[in-house]
């Protein structure tokens, strides 16, 4: 089938140009632009403190999450006590929060005038009040990551536990081994390669937020991106802080990547014996329902349940209705558009060239750059494309306005595209050559192949991949931020603008709202997930 491979390179060429574009317009840029004074004065006074707050932000959350991560990980793959089955997908679900909604429910919990500290203080220990961190600063952020990212750790974790065959730990206790022996000698020196998988995606995330360090004020790179653009109105500067953002990025992609490669690697034989769930006693069982309850109260329960008092008891904030709608319709068109690409770029790696593959691989390096990158990069190919057509048309070419929809939802697929390619893929692995063989010796032809074979098999992914990337634009702030049309908001960013205002209590509804987008879509993929998993 020439013909159904040319269609798919070019579909994941397509896909590969969108992902690829703004972060090489970034680049050039940064390199071939004349250094501008505020960068230098940057560099001066700030831009040290933003690096050292982004290795610090990102070291704490790493810490935190991997702890947390692998910990629920070994404790469900490995042993059955009360709730075993709940804690399974439950423990996924703080990843619905983004980490900013989760930073303004704590921040409001452990401040000075808070629901915690005033009580002891009116109580007589003031001591006690004072001596209590508050959830700010570096690692207050890092603390934050680590309770809400923690499940990228936890299922990459939780299934490498679980695909251990039985007898390595039998050869081990056999030659005369503890159990803390074959824990730390024999079961996590195997699953190390998965855990490092899930804390570069951790990493990744931290780098790439702007809300939560924003408000707990922990300025990181990605604050000093929007602030260089937003502040000091320089493209070129603000490029050439995203170039640095990006490396940092792209370092944990690449960790990712390597270590998602020799966790593969690592994986033994499908029909080899796994080992059974351990029942444990009464007393150990508590002490696991308290390691997994623990995670989800700190990352979910707590921080939402502040959010949800706020929510009742102050007033509607203008502009959240509208906001709904719009943060709705952008994550539609988004997903649409995402899926349709990350489908393009599935079926080019399924044509077996190395166009094909190359594209989808390029398509891939759009998740690692973070939100404010990817706006930077847009501005950028908007302007190069405005001098172009004035070229072109003589000065006369309407005006490209960069902050329009079309631009957002530019950034956005070029930010998410990634993220449909590989639930795309997997569906159409489904479809395999005979399939197709079979139909064209029965004479169909290549558009009803895909429609009568193809498109019932991989509905399915596409639909996943479409969800994804709607609750991922639904999270986006720091892209939303820089791009946004004049006077129009998204709940991401009202809900950022409020608290940053102090007005905590009006940002909670909008905040709210994001986390009921995004928590269904997010028990449906926690529960899918695991579901082939031993329970």
């Known amino acids: 089938m020439n013909g159904a491979k040319t269609g798919p390179a070019f579909l994941g060429s397509l896909a590969a140009l969108i992902a690829a574009g703004p972060i090489l317009a970034v680049a050039w840029v940064a390199f071939s632009s004349p250094w501008g004074d505020y960068l230098i004065h940057l560099a001066q006074t700030r831009l040290g403190e933003y690096v050292a707050n982004t290795v610090l932000v990102t070291g704490v959350a790493i810490v935190i ?28 679900l703080p990843l619905a929060v983004p980490a900013y909604v989760a930073a303004f429910g704590w921040l409001d919990l452990t401040q000075g005038s808070g629901p915690i500290k005033t009580p002891l203080r009116e109580g007589g220990l003031e001591w006690l009040a004072t001596s209590l961190p508050t959830v700010s600063g570096p ?16 299922l990459i974790a939780r299934q490498a536990f679980a695909d251990q065959p039985a007898e390595m730990a039998h050869a081990a206790r056999t030659l005369g081994a503890s159990d803390w022996q074959v824990f730390s000698r024999v079961t996590l020196p195997l699953v190390r390669p998965a855990i490092a998988a899930g804390l570069a995606l951790v990493a990744m995330e931290s780098i790439a937020d702007f809300g939560a360090v924003s408000h707990l004020g ?26 640095v953002l990006a490396l940092f990025a792209y370092l944990a992609f690449a960790i990712e990547r390597q270590s998602r490669s020799r966790a593969r690697f690592g994986q033994t034989r499908g029909k080899a014996a796994t080992q059974p769930l351990e029942t444990l006693s009464s007393s150990k069982a508590a002490l ?24 009742f008891t102050e007033p509607l904030a203008q502009g959240v209705p509208g906001a709904l709608v719009n943060s709705v319709t952008l994550a539609a068109i988004t997903a649409v558009l995402a899926a349709l690409l990350g489908l393009g770029a599935a079926y080019g790696i399924r044509s077996g060239t190395r166009f094909g593959k190359l594209a989808a691989r390029l398509a891939s390096l759009g998740y690692a750059a973070p939100g404010a990158v990817a706006a930077v990069g847009v501005l950028i190919v908007f302007a190069g494309l405005q001098t172009l057509l004035d070229g072109l048309w003589g000065g006369m070419f309407p005006l490209l306005l960069t902050a329009t929809a079309g631009a957002l939802i530019f950034a956005y697929v070029s930010r998410f595209a990634a993220v449909a390619i590989a639930p795309s893929e997997t569906a159409l692995s489904r479809v395999t050559d005979s399939l197709d063989n079979a139909a064209m010796t029965l004479g169909a032809g290549r558009r009803r192949i895909v429609r009568e074979i193809h498109w019932p098999l991989i509905l399915s992914g596409v639909g996943i991949a479409a969800l994804l990337v709607f609750v ?38 909008p905040s709210l709202m994001i986390v009921l987008a995004t928590l269904p879509a997010m028990i449906m993929a926690a529960r899918t997930l695991t579901s082939g998993q031993r329970q």
């Open 65 to 92: 999450a991997g702890l947390i991560g692998t910990t629920g990980g070994w404790l469900i793959a490995r042993f059955s006590f009360p709730g075993h089955r709940i804690f399974g997908w439950a423990l996924a």
């Open 139 to 154: 690692l207050g952020a890092g603390f934050i990551f680590g309770v809400t990212l923690y499940p990228y750790v936890y």
């Open 218 to 243: 922990a300025p990181t790179l990605t604050v000093g991106v929007v602030r260089t653009w937003a502040g000091a109105g320089s493209l070129a500067d603000a490029a050439r802080i995203a170039i």
């Open 288 to 311: 696991a329902i308290l390691a997994c309850l623990t995670p989800i109260l700190l990352g979910l329960v707590l921080p939402l349940g502040r959010l949800v008092y706020h929510a």
């Open 472 to 509: 991922e634009v639904m999270k986006e702030l720091p892209a939303t931020m820089i791009l946004r049309p004049f006077n129009t908001d998204t709940l991401a960013v009202i809900a950022h603008n409020l608290a940053a205002d102090e007005r905590l209590g009006q940002a909670a509804l």
